[in-house]
């Protein structure tokens, strides 16, 4: 008895958190004989859950446990990793908290597969052993290096506001740097971090809203670091690269880590400073899982770590914006074109004006010529004959957003969701035209009669980027003609190559989605146009004009990019109905200020964000009624509990807006509050109630999924 005693030592049991909607951890005893360490917070382990295996964090160590210690499992195996720093793990717990989400759900979804795939654990380190001896992998080529002594007046003043006293103190500082689209902020905030990178530990994360993005960024900063080992992460990197870019940083090897919003939650044991580029854009907002904002999370972080986070955007998001405005946030402004040009001239075209259009007797007037108003066809044709490219802007891919029958009315309807399929021509998703889903991704061939009347003749309604293309093609035969939407990026392994063809001036006239509106740095484009704007202008999300704006903005900042000071600065043309609607007059005048100072009055008056805070409660089910009664009744129970007061407002259920999505009927709950811990207090109330009679977020009784999300971005 007394020699056994002496030979057991204490227990050591850990608590595990998982990838599942659960609120707790579990325990698990440790062997440390067999796993060769001792446990540490942070700690990726394999443990048995249930009848599978699965892979947690440890998030505590002690020598007792609630449960029989005899019972408790035991972890099986530990990742050859160092643990998570403190620094990350406060951070998730702030995530998980805040955003209503367990602690597992939070942290497990940010780690790349390659560290989740256990079978793997054991050839991990000869792998890396295998990487480090291979030196010549393939390397990036710098190029755009602009030197502090090369900044213009306004950015060598920006630069000293960012170098400062303070900065050389380890404190929490937030500034904005608004400055017009080539303006040259990112050649300041460059030259910033290269003050930070002088100490030889230190590490950067450098945030942007799209993988799109990344390759010219990439070249930038070799350019200016061209000896330290930079990370990037985002979805379009392959699982084994994202997992040694993670590691990289995670070990601190990494200094630069350059990724889309996933890549606000890396690892970085000296992390010094923080930069969100176009930190009004709506991708930092994740959609799914833990539905986070990853520049909230990056400020939060910043302000956790004492260090600074600098936000840069031509048009700051309203919040942001505001927060300069008062002094929250230290504001540096940029106002002139780094390279003289001048902004591009707007002009909006009245669609409704019978002048701007072709009429029959028009020479050549054709069908396709209704694609583009008369005005526009002389300014792309005058364009073309300066030896200039154009970009012509629709947010729409695919052919048609319709197909329909004229005799019977019938319209392609998605069979599962509560929208059309979308017509795409041959050569588009495959070889055959098709009509797809953009909701489910449901694939149909195209009828050759109406399913409904047998009639043979079928119609397209409305008109996409194919459409668009062909009507081009069309009426300037003589023009190359580009077309950049997700398809044709697709079919080139990437937007890269499509991108690399308009820097190299392979092309006249490109036609696309948004996707070309954004940050790239084109040099010869002299006309931009913008085709179905008025869509988004009265939409029933109350930040859609706001987004329009900033949109139209940063497409009109791709024109004129490199002119000779004072010359021509480009040209952006707006097909409308409503000229005289706010976005449009403001940008007319291309006044960003004025534009977020009339949008903070309308939204101030009606107590919208940031005036106030809101969370949605999203509830899904086979039926919309049963899925508005679910949250009908929680409204209930919320008045009858006393959470519904003056200070918190709980509107009534509502369909979403895209109401049916694959076979699920979804509606919502908006909660308002003008405070925030009364909201945080009125969530967790929600979250624990629901949870109670649910299984995971799935309720028990009526099989309802439902999901909390903080700060929706859209309504
Ligand atoms: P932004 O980030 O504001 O869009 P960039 O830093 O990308 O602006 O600069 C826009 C263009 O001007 C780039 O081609 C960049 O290389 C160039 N540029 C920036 N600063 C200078 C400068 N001081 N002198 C010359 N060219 C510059
Ligand atoms: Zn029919
Ligand atoms: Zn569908």
Same mark, same amino acid.
């Given at each position: 008895m007394q020699a056994q005693k002496q030979l057991s030592p204490k227990p050591i049991v850990v608590q595990v958190v998982l990838d599942? *909607? %659960? !609120?707790q951890g579990f325990d698990y005893l440790w062997d440390a004989e067999k796993l060769g360490a001792l446990p540490e917070i942070g700690h990726l382990v394999e443990v048995p859950f249930g009848r599978a295996i699965s892979i947690g964090l440890v998030i505590k160590v002690s020598a007792h446990s609630d449960y029989e210690i005899d019972k408790l499992k035991q972890v099986r195996q530990l990742a050859p990793l160092p643990a998570l720093d403190p620094a990350l793990l406060r951070l998730m717990n702030f995530a998980s908290q805040y955003y209503i989400h367990s602690l597992g759900e939070t942290i497990l979804p940010s780690i790349p597969q390659m560290w989740k795939k256990t079978g793997e654990w054991e050839k991990i380190p000869n792998k890396l052993a295998v990487l480090e001896n291979k030196k010549n992998k393939p390397q990036i080529v710098g190029d755009g290096f602009i030197s502090e002594d090369q900044l213009n007046p306004d950015q060598k003043n920006a630069l000293k506001v960012l170098i400062n006293e303070a900065a050389n103190k380890k404190c929490f500082r937030v500034i904005l740097l608004q400055g /017009? #689209?080539? !303006?040259g902020k990112t050649a300041v905030f460059l030259n910033w971090l290269s003050s930070i990178l002088v100490d030889p530990c230190a590490q950067i994360l450098l945030l942007v809203p799209e993988i799109n993005l990344t390759p010219q960024l990439e070249r930038r900063i070799k350019a200016y670091f061209p000896d330290k080992v930079m990370a990037v992460l985002h979805s379009g990197v392959s699982e084994k690269k994202r997992g040694i870019a993670w590691y990289e940083a995670m070990t601190g090897k990494a200094q630069i880590i350059l990724g889309t919003r996933l890549a606000a939650l890396t690892p970085m044991p000296n992390l010094r400073a923080v930069v969100v580029d176009e930190e009004h854009d709506s991708s930092y907002k994740q959609q799914e899982g833990t539905r986070y904002s990853a520049r909230d999370l990056a400020i939060w972080r910043a302000h956790d770590q004492s260090i600074p986070i600098l936000l840069s955007s031509a048009t700051p998001s309203l919040e942001t914006w505001l927060a300069a405005k008062s002094g929250r946030y230290e504001y540096v402004r940029l106002d002139q074109r780094a390279q003289g040009a001048r902004l591009p001239r707007v002009h909006l075209i009245n #669609?409704? &004006? *019978? /002048?701007n259009q072709f009429s029959p007797g028009d020479v050549g007037a054709s069908k396709q010529k209704s694609l583009v108003s008369k005005t526009l066809a002389h300014a792309i044709s005058k364009n073309l004959a300066a030896k200039k490219q154009c970009l012509i802007l629709i947010n729409r891919r695919g052919y048609a957003p319709v197909l329909s029958c004229s005799a019977c009315n019938w319209l392609s309807k998605c069979t599962h969701c509560s929208a059309y399929m979308v017509l795409h021509k041959a050569g588009a998703l495959g070889k055959r035209s098709i009509l797809s889903c953009h909701h489910c991704g449901l694939v149909k061939p195209i009828p050759n009669f109406c399913p409904e009347c047998g009639n043979a003749d079928l119609k397209t309604l409305g008109h996409g980027t194919q459409k668009l293309e062909d009507a081009i093609e069309e009426m300037w035969p003589e023009a190359r003609v580009l077309r950049v939407d997700t398809d044709s990026s697709k079919k080139n392994k990437g937007a890269e190559a499509l991108f690399q063809k308009i820097h190299d001036g392979n092309v006249d006239i490109v036609v696309g989605t948004q996707m070309i509106a954004k940050g790239h740095d084109y040099q010869n484009i002299g006309l931009v146009a913008v085709l &179905? =704007? &008025?869509?988004? %202008?009265? !939409? =029933?999300?109350?930040r859609a004009a706001e987004r329009l704006f900033a949109q139209l903005i940063q497409v009109a900042g791709r024109a004129g990019r490199a002119e000779v000071s004072g010359q021509n600065g480009g040209d952006i043309y707006i097909e409308t109905q409503y000229p005289e609607a706010a976005v449009y007059q403001y940008l007319l005048r291309h006044d960003v200020d004025g534009f977020l100072a009339y949008t903070a009055n309308e939204r101030e008056e009606a107590k919208l964000p940031p005036f106030s805070y809101q969370a949605l409660v999203h509830a899904e089910a086979k039926n919309l009624d049963k899925a508005i009664q679910f949250l009908t009744e929680l409204k209930s129970s919320l008045k009858i509990k006393g959470v519904i007061t003056k200070q918190l407002k709980v509107y009534d259920p509502v369909p979403k807006t895209v109401m049916r999505v694959a076979g699920s009927e979804r509606a919502q709950l908006v909660i308002e509050s003008d405070n925030r811990k009364l909201l945080q207090e009125a969530l967790e109330a929600i979250d624990q109630q629901l949870r109670q009679d649910s299984q995971g977020r799935i309720s028990k009784a009526s099989r309802i999924r439902w999901l909390i999300e903080r700060d929706p971005i859209a309504i």
């Open positions: 599942k *909607p %659960l !609120s /017009q #689209t080539g !303006s #669609t409704r &004006d *019978p /002048q &179905d =704007a &008025d869509g988004r %202008l009265y !939409s =029933a999300d109350f």
